[in-house]
């Protein structure tokens, strides 16, 4: 097969390898973030960093397994509650609260995942919808262990470096554990049910099972992302599991591109760093926001990640 | 020996029978051959075989175990491979990962999250070893939709063998191709082991009678007849339905 070039004559080989020297001074960035940022600037780092891995876990269901779930946020909350919780009821650590939030979630993600799988297309985005929204309501009324609309303050980290870097490290094991995922078997076998499930099937496959092990992943590394939250705000409320926040992680996936891990992750750092920037000038940061959106809904049907990728292997379309 | 069986098999939808009460008993080994005019429950059948449908009474035994009703992904398991009569490939994926998907499924373990796909050489030379037989050995590389339809019609075999069956149900195999494809896919079906058991529906009068052990018509969900190809071909009621008149 001849060598895909890009308009400048660049082989394909050589652009995957600019995107990876692109990628590795990146990280070096973020691990060198807490010495030549401040203490807001490093929060907000952190803040889409722990987007960045509500968002990847996101696509792992969307846009690698082809489910749609609108209850992410349910997960989300799981993580951040769990911590908040035990934090405040029983004095447990933070971070031994996130271990704890991960196996919490684990079992919340194989029931719902459960009663969600049996359904497909609209109807199994509605049910994830009704799960979140559940939940909500629970952290909502339930008083006594949720505070209520008051919400629980926790116990922060030592320091707010510390918290930065567990943020980054849970980041790296997630950003490069589900790369591994995805390109072994149970990856291409997720891909395969995204693809075409029917033909899954007739080759052998309970798709059912690995459709629930994906929900279940990704409900996990959800929580993950919302222990760090709580982490990192000290505060948790019912927002953390509000459907909005659900469809915060559609649109980062929309914006950045699904189907890839480095999508998430600019959709992510695209999101937070908007809501942050915009919002300083304006209160209507959602109206710019949701005006990108269209913009890639319309024009950018791989979002921005795919786009500037198309443009580097096959150049831009004449 | 009989590897299949279907035992008084009947398939309604709301008041339309697909399958009326369907007697059918293969040997193993055989290649048998369904046709009958469009809408005559053919594909129906076969998806009933194979799990995609359930029946609404009747037994199908499959090695004398009884799979009627069961999900697809267990008949395939127990041995039962199948063709789509469309297309039903991943398409955006390549050809080789088309055929290990299916590789996989059989020698490979799925549940591997650790290990890259790519570095797994056992199932990547099985995949290649299929692709060659299906004559997609330098086509590994590409994506499915860039290839022809006649390609991709092989790709739904190589799909079907890499599952390993027993039994392989081709649904119309030989459906879009040109008349050279056509002859390339009889050979490559008539060379296929006789340990393989074969039930194919089909339209192409020349293929049906090159390749069939016995013809079945199916009309209207009904069996009408069984037999040699020379006994079909010479059924009064056979000619009726295809050609309209009786002779």
């Known amino acids: 097969m001849p060598e895909r070039t890009d308009a400048a004559g660049l082989p394909a080989t050589r652009i995957v390898t600019i995107l990876r020297y692109a990628g590795v001074t990146l990280l070096a960035a973020l691990a060198l973030v807490p010495l030549g940022l401040g203490d807001y600037a490093r929060s907000i780092v952190a803040e889409v960093l722990l987007f960045c891995i509500f968002a990847m876990s996101l696509d792992l269901l969307l846009g690698f397994t082809g489910l749609i779930s609108f209850g992410h946020a349910a997960f989300f909350g799981i993580g951040a509650y769990t911590v908040a919780v035990l934090g405040a009821q029983f004095g447990l650590h933070p971070l031994l609260g996130a271990l704890v939030a991960l196996v919490v979630a684990a079992f919340a993600a194989a029931v719902i995942g459960f009663f969600c799988i049996r359904a497909s297309g609209v109807y199994f985005i509605m049910l994830t919808l009704a799960f979140a929204q559940l939940l909500h309501s629970v952290a909502f009324k339930w008083r006594a262990v949720t505070g209520g609309s008051d919400g629980l303050i926790l116990r922060s980290l030592e320091s707010g470096v510390t918290t930065y870097y567990v943020i980054f490290v849970a980041f790296l094991g997630v950003y490069f554990g589900l790369r591994r995922l995805i390109a072994a078997p149970l990856g291409q076998v997720f891909i395969g049910i995204r693809e075409n499930e029917t033909r899954m099937r007739a080759a052998g496959y309970a798709t059912a099972r690995y459709k629930l092990l994906s929900f279940v992943i990704a409900g996990c590394l959800g929580a993950l992302s919302g222990a760090l939250f709580a982490l990192l705000n000290g505060f948790v409320s019912p927002a953390v599991l509000f459907w909005t926040l659900s469809g915060e992680g559609l649109i980062m996936l929309i914006l950045g591109g699904m189907g890839t891990l480095v999508g998430p992750i600019v959709g992510a750092a695209v999101f937070i760093g908007l809501k942050h920037t915009v919002s300083t000038y304006s209160d209507h940061w959602e109206f710019v926001v949701g005006a990108i959106f269209i913009a890639c809904v319309l024009f950018f049907k791989q979002g921005i990640y795919g786009w500037c990728r198309e443009i580097l292997v096959r150049g831009p379309r004449s | ?247």
């Open chain 2, 1 to 247: 020996m009989s590897i299949l069986r279907l035992v008084d098999l009947t398939k309604t939808f709301g008041s339309l029978l697909a399958t009326d009460c369907v007697n059918l008993s293969i040997d193993a080994g055989e290649r048998h051959v369904i046709i009958g005019p469009n809408g005559a429950g053919k594909t129906s059948l076969l998806n009933q075989i194979s799990g995609q449908l359930r029946p609404t009474s009747g037994r199908i035994l499959f090695k004398d175990v009884e799979i009627a009703g069961l999900a697809p992904e267990r008949i395939c398991k127990l041995g039962v491979g199948r063709t789509f009569q469309r297309n039903n490939l991943f398409n955006r994926l390549s050809v080789l990962d088309n055929v290990r998907l299916a590789v996989l499924a059989r020698r490979g373990n799925p549940m591997n999250a650790f290990v890259p796909m790519a570095r797994l050489a056992a199932l990547e030379s099985r995949s290649v070893e299929i692709l060659e037989l299906v004559g997609l050995g330098d086509r590994r590389a590409a994506l499915v939709r860039t290839l022809s339809y006649g390609e991709q019609r092989q790709v739904e075999i190589a799909i079907a063998l890499a599952t390993e069956p027993d039994l392989l149900l081709l649904d119309e195999p030989t459906a879009g191709m040109s008349p050279a494809e056509t002859g390339q896919m009889v050979s490559f079906v008539a060379a296929l082991p006789r340990t393989l058991t074969i039930l194919m529906i089909e339209h192409d009068m020349q293929v049906v009678f090159s390749l069939a052990d016995r013809i079945s018509v199916l009309h209207y969900g009904r069996l009408l007849a069984t037999g040699a190809p020379a006994e079909i071909s010479r059924n009064e009621s056979v000619q009726e339905i295809y050609l309209g008149t009786a002779h």
